[in-house]
């Protein structure tokens, strides 16, 4: 059974279609949403959230994005709310689990904790961006969704998202730049 027909099924009530749909998408929703709101709990809680909202609402798929990109929307959403009502804008993210697969790749332990310490920085200096910009970024840079993709899950137009793209990796090279860890010898000598 196609995707198309399990959409068709799903508008018509069919609680089995949907469950099919959402867990194809399960993991990514949850992915995309934790790296936006820092906290795994939350995060199980608004993909649970998310989905709710997408089988509560299926009816009004029009069909005029890919149904990956209404969900995407939905958990932005979801995740954004979250973040506005309890301001947590500005925590830093907990580790992420992907960061344990990265680890085992490198030889030395040295090589371990640097790289282990310069992806904690950057993720706490993206935490730091402003909410429009920390979306734009994670769902670009992590996420990887084309620009197209950001632009109808954040209902903006598409030179909004490049520019809040484009503003926020500015803004993080600038923040990173200054950070006493990635000084030369010479700049943090002069600290």
């Known amino acids: ?26 993991k ?6 934790l790296r936006t709101v820092g906290d795994k709990e939350e995060a199980l809680d608004l993909t649970q959230e998310t989905l709710l909202k997408a089988y509560l609402n299926i009816k ?12 995407y929307r939905i958990a932005i959403n979801c995740a954004m ?5 309890r301001n947590i804008g500005k925590n830093y993210f907990k580790q992420m689990e992907e960061f344990k697969n990265e680890v085992k790749n490198f030889k030395t332990p040295e090589e371990v904790v640097d790289k282990k ?5 950057i993720m706490k200096e993206i935490n730091k961006l402003p909410v429009d910009y920390k979306v734009v970024l994670i769902l670009r840079d ?3 969704l084309n620009y197209e993709e950001i632009s109808k899950i954040l209902n903006l137009n598409l030179g909004t998202v490049k520019s809040r793209l484009w503003r926020a990796r500015n803004l993080l090279k600038e923040r990173v730049k200054s950070l006493p860890e990635f ?6 000598r002069q600290l």
């Open 142 to 144: 992590v996420e990887g």
């Open 1 to 26: 059974m196609g995707q198309e027909e399990l959409l068709e099924r799903a508008k018509a009530g069919d609680v089995e279609a949907f469950e099919i749909l959402a867990s194809s998408y399960q």
């Open 28 to 33: 990514y929703i949850y992915n995309v949403i």
């Open 81 to 85: 709310d979250y973040l506005r009502k």
């Open 183 to 188: 000084l030369s010898l010479e700049e943090r």
């Open 60 to 71: 009004k798929f029009k069909g005029n994005s890919s149904f990956r990109t209404w969900l």
């Open 117 to 121: 310490l310069t992806a904690e920085m």
